[in-house]
């Protein structure tokens, strides 16, 4: 299947510590891709080195087809435009107002009149679920609820083929974390996104990915469908996804058979 992001053999280190050891990853065109693993292992780190943002030692990370080291500068500033970051924190700007968050990108990247701004700010704000008055609202004036969606509705602001989200529904409570799944996934059908999500959420890995890569000890120690990761015999995929919170939330095994069902 035709990768959006390729990254082989990735050794990112900090002095002396390295944090990603020769790891191997492919995000593919049209996915929900799911990246969990203990925290503190790396995953905001390797979101942020395919983002450019942290140096890697070596390694190379295609990005639609290019190889990183090997761009322009200018080249990589259109690149930049075609990916949507969300970060855990939301990162909105306080002192400016729903809309003009979402106008931010589109003034460093794009010429367009005040009337097309407004009007683009409006079709985002509606493409995440919120209410139009939420536009001249400031960050401080929203629930956490709504600063995910207008963080959203930031990201979605260059129309960006891929969606980087880090752990997008931390802070929120089951039924906003649900809520804004449905909505990672609505987007992902009708715009054709690739989405990138970093998320310790099992409710997240079940409802909305379609495939989960698992970061341990600096590399990849498993990926594919949710069932793969159930039947996965490494000790943290065992504990992450067979212990008890993940229990109340695994669909039902199937009943066992009685000897006769198979005569
Ligand atoms: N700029 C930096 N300088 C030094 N060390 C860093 C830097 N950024 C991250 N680290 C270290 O890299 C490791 C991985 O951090 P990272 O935030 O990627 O973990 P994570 O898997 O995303 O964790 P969590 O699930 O808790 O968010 C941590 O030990 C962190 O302290």
């Not at 035709?2 to 990735?10: G, K």
């Not at 990853?25 to 905001?44: M, Y």
């Not at 909105?92 to 005040?114: A, C, D, W, Y």
């Not at 004036?141 to 997008?168: N, T, V, W």
Request: charge should be neutral; charged fraction near 25%.
């Amino acid at each position: 299947m035709d990768a959006i992001i390729r990254v082989r053999d990735l050794v990112v280190t900090f002095g002396e510590r390295a944090v990603m050891k020769g790891l191997d990853l492919d995000i593919r065109r049209g996915e929900i891709l799911g990246f969990v693993g203990p925290s503190g292992q790396g995953k905001s780190v390797l979101t942020r080195t395919i983002l450019g943002l942290v140096p890697k030692r070596s390694g190379t990370i295609e990005i639609f087809g290019e190889d990183v080291d090997s761009i322009t500068v200018a080249r990589r500033r259109q690149l930049e435009q075609r990916w949507g970051v969300l970060f855990q924190q939301g990162a909105l700007f306080s002192g400016l107002t729903v809309k003009q968050n979402i106008q931010m990108p589109m003034r460093e990247h794009l010429k367009l009149s005040e009337r097309l701004l407004d009007e683009f700010a409006r079709l985002k704000i509606e493409m995440v679920g919120l209410k139009p008055d939420a536009a001249d609202k400031y960050p401080s004036e929203l629930s956490g609820g709504m600063i995910k969606r207008a963080a959203l509705a930031r990201s979605l602001a260059l129309d960006p083929e891929i969606l980087f989200l880090d752990e997008p529904t931390s802070g929120l409570d089951p039924i906003g974390a649900g809520e804004f799944d449905d909505l990672v996934s609505t987007l992902k059908r009708t715009l054709g996104l690739t989405v990138f999500m970093v998320t310790h959420d099992l409710d997240s890995l079940y409802t909305a990915c379609d495939r989960i890569a698992a970061l341990g000890d600096g590399k990849i120690i498993a990926e594919g469908t949710i069932q793969q990761m159930l039947d996965h015999d490494h000790p943290w995929l065992r504990s992450y996804f067979h212990g008890k919170r993940a229990r109340a939330l695994a669909p039902a095994a199937p009943a066992p058979q009685p000897a006769y069902a198979h005569a």
